[in-house]
C-alpha cells in the first residue's frame, strides 16, 4: 500500500534519488582530515602512557599535516604540543624553535591565545632553565595575549610563584599559590599550587599548613597518575611531619617516597625530564 501510494505522488526520478539516500552510507571524511585525527589522538595515547619517542613522532605528523591543509590553528596547537614532548625530552633547543615560530613577527596569523599559550610554554621552558629573566618576560607577553581570560591564566600563577620562590620571596610565592587554588583551577594547576604553597609555608615556618597543602598535592597526584611529583609531595610531607615532632610518621614517609622513586626508576618508557607543567 506504502509502495502504491509513492508511486502515485512522487515522479519516478525523485522516488529513485530518495530511495538511495535512505541507503546511502554518510559522508566520509578527507582521508587526510582522518589521518591528522588519529595523529592527534594516538600522541595524546603516547603522553598518557609515557612514550614520548612516539608522540613527538605523531605530534610532528600531525603539525606538518595541519601545515599542508593550511589549518593555522591546529598547526600551532600541534606545534606547542611537539615543543613541550620536546621539552620533556630534554631537547629545549628544539622546543623553543618552535614556540618562537609561533610567536614571530613574520607568523602574527595565529590566533591570540595560541600566541599566549606558546609564550606561556616559553617561560615554563625558561624557568626550568635556570633563566627567571627571560622567562618573566615571555610570561608578560603571555599575559598580553591572555588578559586574565584564557585557560592558561591559573598556570601563569603558578610560574609566577615558583620565580618568587626561586628568589626567596615566600610570602608572594604563597599569595600567587593560594590565588590559584581559591580559584578552583584545574586538577593538574591546583596539585602544584598546593605543592607551591606548602614549599612557601615551610620556608616561613608554618609546618602545620605545610602539611596539610603537600598532603593534599600527593592526594591530586595520584589521580593524575604523577609518579615524579608523589615522590617530592612524599618528601615535603616527611619534613614538615618531622619538624613537627612526628618523627615516626615522617619515617614512614621517607621509605614510601624512597619505594616510589624506585619503581618510577625501573619502569621502562619513562625517558625524559620532569616538569611541574
Known amino acids: 500500500m506504502i509502495e502504491r501510494a509513492l508511486n502515485k505522488s512522487v515522479p519516478p526520478l525523485l522516488l529513485l534519488l530518495l530511495l538511495g539516500a535512505c541507503g546511502s552510507a554518510p559522508p566520509r571524511q578527507p582521508a587526510v582530515m582522518e589521518q591528522v585525527k588519529k595523529a592527534d589522538q594516538a600522541a ?6 609515557g612514550d614520548l619517542l612516539r608522540a613527538r613522532e605523531l605530534f610532528r605528523q600531525s603539525m606538518l599535516l595541519n601545515q599542508s591543509l593550511d589549518n593555522l590553528p591546529a598547526s600551532a596547537m600541534a606545534a606547542i604540543n611537539l615543543s613541550s614532548v620536546n621539552h620533556k625530552l630534554g631537547d629545549d633547543a628544539a622546543a623553543l624553535a618552535l614556540l618562537d615560530h609561533v ?8 590566533p591570540a591565545e595560541l600566541r599566549g599559550t606558546a609564550a606561556f610554554r616559553k ?9 627567571p629573566v627571560e622567562a618573566e618576560t615571555a610570561l608578560q607577553s603571555a599575559a598580553m595575549e591572555c588578559k586574565q581570560q584564557c585557560a592558561y591564566a591559573p598556570g601563569m600563577n603558578n610560574l609566577r610563584a615558583r620565580l618568587a620562590l626561586d628568589k626567596g620571596d615566600y610570602p608572594a610565592a604563597l599569595t600567587l599559590s593560594k590565588s590559584v587554588i581559591n580559584a578552583s583551577a584545574e586538577k593538574e594547576e591546583l596539585a602544584n599550587a598546593q605543592r607551591t ?23 591530586l597526584d595520584k589521580e593524575l597518575g604523577q609518579s615524579t611529583r608523589i615522590v617530592v ?41 620532569n616538569s611541574q607543567h
Open 44 to 49: 595524546y595515547r603516547a603522553v598518557r602512557d
Open 103 to 110: 610567536l614571530s613577527d613574520a607568523a602574527p596569523l595565529y
Open 123 to 131: 617561560a615554563i621552558i625558561l624557568v626550568d632553565s635556570g633563566k
Open 197 to 219: 604553597a606548602a614549599t612557601a609555608e615551610s620556608a616561613l615556618g608554618q609546618h602545620d599548613a605545610a602539611l596539610t597543602h603537600y598532603l593534599a598535592a600527593l592526594e
Open 233 to 273: 609531595d612524599l618528601q615535603g610531607a616527611a619534613v614538615a611531619m618531622e619538624k613537627l615532632g612526628r618523627k615516626a610518621e615522617a619515617e614512614a614517609y621517607v621509605r614510601r617516597a624512597m619505594a616510589a622513586a624506585e619503581a618510577a626508576r625501573s619502569l621502562p618508557g619513562k625517558a625524559g625530564k
